[in-house]
């Protein structure tokens, strides 16, 4: 359990840092984070603070599509958030565009392996990971639960002013590949937390 838990937490606290440091480079955010800049610049909140909120509202949507929350979820909705503005507020604004690009590229990788590491500790999948698996649920394919659910929030986001870019891009294309990678060395596990090495 000990070893589970770190995992849990070091994945979360990689997630928040990927998520600020891709705000920080200007280029872009993944779909779901320009919707939380988004929706923090028309409530004048920090974008973690929205994450934190919005994480909490998705789980309420968990109840119709019949997904029970674990203890990673809680976990997911309360810290993401916490580690995300702490980053913003540590790192350097980046001042050149190849700096800005280092920040993509270290993002895209840290959320790729924090997603590994958070949901291999196979103690529940975050909030918004759970509304994909419910609509499988209800027959969509994961590629169409998670492009609907990812148009939405890209769309809404960036209506609200969130910033779409070249980073939303590379993210977008980047993100399944290496995660996919990333399971040659990070086994995912079930909900009983028996170790398993395939990223389906």
Do not use: K
């Not at 973690?48 to 990673?72: D, E, H, K, N, S």
């Not at 290496?178 to 170790?195: E, H, K, S, V």
């Amino acid at each position: 359990m000990p070893a589970r838990l770190a995992r849990l937490y070091g994945g979360l606290a990689l997630y928040g840092l990927g998520i600020g440091v891709q705000v920080e480079s200007g280029l872009g955010n993944g779909p779901w984070d320009v919707f939380h800049q988004g929706l923090g610049l028309w409530l004048g909140l920090s974008i973690g603070t929205v994450i934190i909120l919005v994480g909490a509202l998705v789980m309420l949507l968990w109840i119709p599509l019949r997904q029970r929350p674990g203890f990673g979820t809680v976990s997911n909705v309360v810290f993401v958030g916490l580690f995300a503005d702490a980053a913003m507020y540590l790192l350097p604004a980046p001042g050149h565009l190849a700096v800005q690009s280092a920040y993509v590229v270290l993002a895209v990788c840290s959320i790729a392996l924090a997603t590994l590491l958070y949901i291999g500790a196979g103690m529940g999948a975050g909030p918004r990971d759970g509304i994909m698996t419910g609509l499988m649920r209800l027959g969509l394919s994961v590629r169409l639960a998670r492009f609907l659910i990812e148009l939405t929030v890209l769309a809404a986001g960036w209506l609200l002013g969130g910033t779409v870019g070249v980073g939303t891009l590379v993210f977008a294309l980047a993100i399944g590949p290496l995660t996919q990678l990333f399971t040659r060395w990070l086994p995912l596990r079930d909900p009983a937390g028996r170790a398993r090495h395939d990223a389906t």
